[in-house]
């Protein structure tokens, strides 16, 4: 199913600006899955001295990417949904997780998890991405 060599996205995800820029970091990639980690830093905050859910996205968003892009290349989001559903704090590390449900040649559908350190639920989303083939 994939048009994409895994080493070969691993290799482009070393060189991604937006992911270096927030510090995220490719942890596990296979087709159809992927799992990316940061840690929240002061400046991630916002004027209510919370975590930015901007920055959650993010991470989530970074995971579909991956994910999405190993199933066919490129492929570019059409629709994403996040339901936050708990705060993060700066210093601690979240991961988000990503599986492909539905990988076709017309549409992909796909859910993300972002937790904490712990294990807790921070985020869940969903979102379709279209192959540009």
Same mark, same amino acid.
């Given at each position: 199913m994939?048009?994409?060599?895994?080493?070969?996205?691993?290799?482009?995800?070393?060189?991604?600006?937006? #992911?270096? =820029?927030?510090?995220?970091?490719?942890?596990?990639? +296979?087709?159809?899955? +992927?799992?990316?980690? @940061?840690?929240?830093?002061p400046?991630?905050?916002?004027?209510?001295?919370?975590?930015?859910?901007?920055?959650? @996205?993010?991470?989530?968003d970074? +995971?579909?990417?991956? #994910?999405?892009?190993?199933?066919?290349?490129?492929?570019? +989001?059409?629709?994403?949904?996040?339901? =936050?559903?708990?705060?993060a704090?700066?210093?601690?590390?979240?991961? #988000?997780?990503?599986?492909?449900?539905r990988?076709?040649?017309?549409?992909?559908?796909?859910? @993300?998890?972002?937790?904490?350190?712990?294990?807790?639920?921070? #985020?869940?989303?969903?979102?379709?991405?279209?192959?540009? @083939?």
């Open positions: 994939s048009d994409i060599n895994i080493s070969e996205l691993r290799s482009l995800a070393e060189k991604e600006p937006v #992911a270096s =820029f927030l510090g995220i970091r490719l942890l596990e990639l +296979a087709e159809g899955y +992927a799992k990316v980690g @940061m840690t929240l830093r400046e991630f905050k916002n004027f209510n001295g919370m975590v930015f859910g901007g920055i959650i @996205m993010s991470l989530a970074q +995971a579909f990417a991956y #994910a999405n892009n190993s199933v066919f290349k490129p492929n570019v +989001a059409s629709q994403f949904n996040i339901h =936050f559903l708990a705060r704090d700066v210093g601690e590390e979240l991961t #988000a997780e990503c599986r492909v449900l990988a076709g040649k017309r549409a992909c559908v796909s859910e @993300m998890t972002v937790t904490n350190g712990e294990g807790k639920l921070i #985020a869940r989303a969903s979102g379709t991405t279209i192959p540009l @083939m």
